[in-house]
């Protein structure tokens, strides 16, 4: 159910046009439910997401089953995914930790790759069981190999803002990593705020110093997680720097398993709901997108934490009560 003639779209100076929005609901999203989602379920999700009008949707992981066995069925949910070619132009990206997650994704077709790092060594330990400048080795020939092969490159960065065991993290401290991302051949850098910590002020100064490293700002997307209620003032601060990719997940499904304080990621609906009342393209039909969320909803068992979604959701009939 939409709400005519809302939101009212009153543009602000100073910001992009159009906003890309990568949408991980599909990956991030489910990756932490507590029990798997079948795999017809997620393809259709994927192709409900692709009709209404994403067109960056990550697709899935090749992450050993051990680690996320919720995203087991990789091998036999990308296959299902070839009509979503037929919806338009759509890029289906999916997360390699490693070589023989490359080799997966590659014998299945997949042209685009993310590899996630850290920008703190305890959350790198917890995550990938290594240093970071040993995760960063293990990068180097994923990366080589992916560009030889003409895929894109996404380089993941958790723990931008703060980490559950480490406090705040110094800005210096994530601009080396995220500079020897990039120096890897990353095509783009999503930086993450993991645990939902970061503040606007925190988002410039770290845009900033990231530019004065020679990161350029088209080169940099944002992945905010809603903890302490920020997500959409992170995001207006880095559109306000120019950043114009935004990650978000549909429904605000996700968190992470291996940071217990993260909660739920961005809820798409509640960042197109921003952006269209800023009057920023996006290409997304959010009544659509927010009856997808419902269908998932409804397979999850559970409301959809987006407030847009709720607010665009009818509440369910109930049986009128008789007057006495």
Partial sequence: ???????MKVPAPGLPARVRIHEVGARDGLQNEKRAVPTEVKAEFIRRLAVAGLTTIEATSFVHPQWVPQLADAEQLF????????VGDVALPVL?????????ALALGARSIAVFGSATETFAARNLNRTVDESLAMFEPVVARARAEKLRVRGYLSMCFGDPWEGAVPVAQVVRVAKALMDLG?????LGDTIGVATPGHVTALLTALNDSAVPTEAIGVHFHDTYGQALSNTLAALQHG???VDASAGGLGGCPYAKSATGNLATEDLVWMLEGLGIETGVDLVELTATSVWLAEHLGRPSPSRTVRALTPPPSSSPTRSE
């Fill in 243 to 245: 950043v114009s990719t």
């Fill in 79 to 86: 296959p299902l995914l070839g009509d979503i070619a037929d």
């Fill in 186 to 190: 990353c095509d783009e850098l999503s």
């Fill in 1 to 7: 159910m939409s709400t005519p003639g809302l939101p």
């Fill in 96 to 104: 390699v930790p490693n070589e023989r997650g490359l080799d997966r």
